[in-house]
């Protein structure tokens, strides 16, 4: 493992003398952040696929103990050559927040961290449920002068406080200086709420954060940004609650500290930065370009291989009167990532899609729900639920089911309007699955969305199943399938 410079001085100091640290050293968790090449946009909903293709870290643990939390709090790391993408996923049932200006205390509140930290200082970032900030630049004492720090305009001494941890008093580096005043350049923040803050009269779900640090603000920390493949930054990561219960401190961290105190670098996770793209890691090919193996259908004859493509074809001489399926045996699945091109012609209003989370039926039918797609139609594709609801979400709509099965509808702004997309060509669908949460996107756009919690008609897992509906004639073809189990689900 390549070591970028600038935590050279945090890893010889750690490996080359005995441990004087209160983490366990066989703890501290590595992590590698992936590349990303979409662009984000930090509104605080984590609903770019490039965030559900991230890993998350396990979810968090008691800061002094190392026990599991009362809570579920976890966090995902991605980058690309403009910024450090930073996403907070935080249960919270009974959301609170006081703090509302800028360098609040709002470490009173409940709230997350983020700590960078460079070879002679370290970045301090507190953001609450408001989406209020507290941020400092910490720098260690004997690093003031030698490390240029003393002659720029917002660390002038008198600006300076000295600080020397909160738990943790005897760091082997001694004091630190904050720059309590100092602003991260450029950094972005937001934040989304599921449920309402400072009312427990109801249980919320939580909130979730999303960050953007650009690369030329870390300047500070290091010249030799943004990373390359196989550079490691110490980051640290969490959540602080004011209520308590028995054996936990309410305090909740990635790897833990084994005190109260967030300001040791030692005890950083250590991200490694990967320059693979984080939306193709993990997907395994369900065809081969070639042949039908791992595939079945009831009718093979209406199926074929064609320039590479699993092709589906109705022709005059061979009419079809009933939908035909070509079924991937790979079992069920649950939640998962499916990408794969497709495109159709027919005479006339072609209707055609795939099957996934469904189910075969005794007549070799398949019921569920599906991607669907028709020509000569201003939506083109939607969300669907065959043999059952219909219609889950068109083009451009966001349907969330309640329990009693009630949707509640809205739009989304990315997909209104004209289609950017022909069916007739070559398109790019993905799919997301991920409990009751179903996100179509076309060509990197977000197209339709379902979040189905409803009991009777949600399907939690089903097969996968290309689709040749029966008409006219008509040409259909899906390549480049790509699956990613996000869980395992027994068949």
């Known amino acids: 493992m390549k070591y970028a410079w600038f935590v050279s001085l945090i890893a010889s100091t ?5 441990w004087k640290f209160p983490c366990p050293e066989g703890e501290i968790a590595r992590y590698d952040a992936l590349r990303t090449r979409e662009s984000i946009v930090v509104d605080g909903r984590l609903d770019e696929a490039v965030w559900s293709a991230a890993p998350r870290s396990p979810k968090f643990v008691d800061i002094i103990s190392g026990k599991p939390a009362i809570h579920d709090t976890q966090a995902a790391v991605v980058w690309d050559e403009e910024n450090l993408y930073v996403g907070f996923w935080i249960q919270e049932p009974l959301m609170q927040a006081k703090y509302t200006n800028h360098n609040d205390p709002i470490y009173y509140d409940n709230d997350v961290e983020v700590f960078i930290a460079g070879e002679d200082a370290y970045y301090e970032f507190e953001v609450n449920a408001f989406n209020t900030v507290y941020e400092a630049f910490m720098i260690w004492k004997d690093a003031y002068e030698t490390g240029g720090f003393s002659g720029l305009p917002e660390f002038q001494r008198n600006k300076m406080k000295p600080f020397n941890g909160v738990g943790f008093k005897t760091h082997p580096r001694g004091e630190r200086l904050g720059a309590f005043e100092w602003i991260f350049p450029g950094k972005k923040t937001a934040v989304a709420i599921d449920g309402t803050v400072n009312d427990h009269k109801d249980r919320d779900g939580g909130w979730t954060v999303e960050l953007a640090f650009p690369w030329k603000g870390m300047a500070l920390l290091s010249k030799a940004l943004p990373p390359r493949q196989g550079d490691v930054l110490r980051m640290d990561f969490s959540r602080f609650n004011t209520y308590k219960a028995k054996d936990d401190s309410g305090g909740w961290v990635w790897t833990r500290h084994g005190i109260w105190d967030s300001h040791i670098p030692e005890c950083f996770v250590q991200v490694r930065f990967d320059t693979n793209d984080v939306r193709e890691t993990g ?19 209406y199926w074929s291989i064609e320039e590479g493509a699993i092709t589906g074809r109705i022709t005059k001489e061979h009419p079809c009167t009933t939908n035909q399926y070509l079924v991937w045996l790979g079992g069920n699945l649950g939640d ?38 028709n020509l000569k139609t201003d939506w083109l594709v939607r969300l669907y639920d065959e043999h059952g609801r219909h219609t889950l979400a068109w083009r451009g709509q966001r349907t969330m089911f309640d329990r009693d099965g009630k949707a509640t509808h809205s739009k989304i702004e990315e997909a ?45 897992a089903g097969v996968l199943a290309l689709q040749l509906h029966s008409g006219p004639s008509t040409l259909v073809q899906f390549k480049d399938i790509r699956l990613k189990k996000l869980r395992r689900v027994a068949d």
């Open 14 to 18: 750690a490996f080359a003398t005995p």
């Open 336 to 373: 998962f990532e499916l990408k794969l091109k497709s495109r159709v012609t027919g005479e006339g209003g072609i209707n055609n899609g795939f099957q996934f989370r469904s189910r075969v039926m005794a007549d070799r039918d398949v019921a569920g729900y599906q991607v669907d797609n």
């Open 283 to 301: 997907f395994v090919s369900l065809f081969d370009g070639k042949s039908l193996n791992g595939w079945n259908a009831p009718d093979p004859s």
């Open 416 to 460: 209104q309007g004209p289609a950017a997309f022909r069916l007739e060509d070559w398109h790019d669908y993905h799919l997301i699955c991920e409990g009751p949460r179903l996100t179509l996107r076309v060509n990197d756009r977000l197209m339709a969305e379902v979040i189905d919690n409803d009991p009777l008609h949600a399907d939690a």
